[in-house]
């Protein structure tokens, strides 16, 4: 167990590629891992020992072997990561694609009328899938308003739109957008109360890579990820289904496995790379805790993640040595509101007399990586309400330091003073 932060810190950054520098643009701080987080590594290396290999599972030779005993261990290795000691796990296209995959099958799988419920707060992956299967099944979509103030949603949000004949629920963990989480238990508690046997399926995209996912303690019966944002690579998704929605009607070859989701031959370098990420949070649990347990290890890195990402978040708020905060720079507005606890290592933010792009740019010019988020088809749903054109998403993970948030703070004082 490492005790030492800074020390702890620079064995975290050297397990990552690319941590200071792009191979196209130079050196630089990467405040854009929301949009992608950084690559370990470990899954580099795994991703191109797998892409190298001819060989299919199913037969009758060694490395057929390894594969099918690679992709087992992967998934129980997922299921510690996840806590889901039942259910399914499986690759697929992307995260939205398997988000469509699951809805679709829900709403087409559950009892016929009734509605299904989601929230303004969610990505377009859900409200898309929602939108277009609930019009094929007839079922109408009802969606629950977020809180502009808070740039989330609660229980209590959620209470007056509950009814019993709720087929289909979705539930966004964390926003891309606000950067704030959401409490999935108690969502999910609340619909039960009023539809016990609505299918919940959950949005966990952003919030993978902050650790703390729990399903075991949600009680749902979907919950998807991306990998690409949380230390793997792109070209694929994870899903984790129940035992309930995988007894629902779903596409499968005819003959084949019953139950199966997985259509054609499995990556199984996708897998392997996800149990690099999984060995990671597993590693970096033993070094912020004397935890025996994988689980628990597990557990306190999501602890030590939720933590050092909050002291970031802090720092680029309310300011670090000498440097002003974002809350006390003039002209800066912060979505979400200054002190939010549901603030997951991301802060959105305008410049009076700035346009989004144009901050994005001047940041860029001085070394610093973010992104624009404009009131498109991914972000209007919150910046629309909010009478908001655009906006600069400023995303953090547990590899930044405080002294990345520094020079963030110094760029943008120049750029206030400057405009």
């Known amino acids: ?151 989330s949603v609660t229980a209590d949000d959620f209470l007056p739109h509950l009814r019993p004949d709720i087929r289909v629920a979705t539930i966004l963990h964390t926003s891309p957008v606000t950067g704030m989480g959401v409490d999935v238990a108690g969502i999910a508690k609340a619909i039960r109360d009023a539809a016990p046997d609505a299918y919940i399926i959950v949005d966990g995209i952003q919030h993978a890579s902050h650790g703390q996912i729990d399903i075991a303690g949600y009680d749902v019966d979907g919950y998807v990820i991306s990998p690409y944002k949380v230390f793997s690579r792109h070209g694929y998704g994870v899903a984790w289904t129940s035992p309930r929605l995988n007894a629902l009607p779903h596409d499968g070859l005819d003959g084949g496995p019953e139950g199966n989701w997985e259509l054609g031959t499995r990556d199984t370098g996708a897998y392997a790379t996800m149990s690099e990420v999984v060995g990671y949070f597993d590693w970096l649990g033993g070094q912020v805790s004397d935890a025996d347990d994988r689980r628990a290890r597990i557990e306190a890195a999501g602890a030590a993640i939720h933590a050092h990402e909050k002291r970031l978040t802090d720092a680029m708020i309310h300011g670090t040595g000498n440097l002003a905060g974002l809350a006390d720079l003039p002209g800066v507005g912060i979505i979400g509101g200054v002190d939010n606890p549901a603030r997951e290592g991301l802060v959105s933010i305008t410049l009076e007399g700035m346009e989004a792009p144009d901050l994005v740019s001047a940041l860029r010019a001085r070394g610093i990586r973010t992104h624009t988020r404009k009131a498109d088809h991914y972000s209007g749903n919150i910046l629309d309400p909010l009478g908001l054109p655009s906006a600069v998403r400023v995303s953090m993970c547990h590899y930044n330091s405080l002294g990345e948030v520094s020079a963030f703070l110094a760029a943008m004082r120049e750029i206030v003073d400057a405009s």
């Open 1 to 151: 167990m490492i005790t030492d932060k800074e020390t702890l810190l620079a064995d975290i950054r050297s397990r990552f590629a690319h941590v200071e520098s792009c191979p196209q643009a130079g050196p630089r701080i990467f405040f854009e891992n929301a949009g992608g987080a950084l690559t370990l590594n470990s899954v580099v290396e795994t991703s191109n020992h797998y892409a190298a290999i001819p060989d299919n599972q199913g037969r009758d030779n060694e490395m057929a072997h390894e594969l099918v005993a690679v992709i087992n261990r992967a998934k129980d290795d997922m299921r510690t990561f996840f806590n889901a000691p039942q259910g399914d796990i499986f690759v697929g296209e992307s995260g939205t694609e398997l988000l469509f995959r699951l809805i679709m099958n829900a709403i087409l799988g559950a009892e016929q009328g009734g509605v299904v419920l989601g929230s303004t707060l969610e990505h377009p992956a859900t409200r898309s899938a929602c939108t277009r299967w609930s019009k094929v099944a007839g079922k109408p979509y009802l969606q629950v308003p977020h809180n502009n103030e808070t740039g």
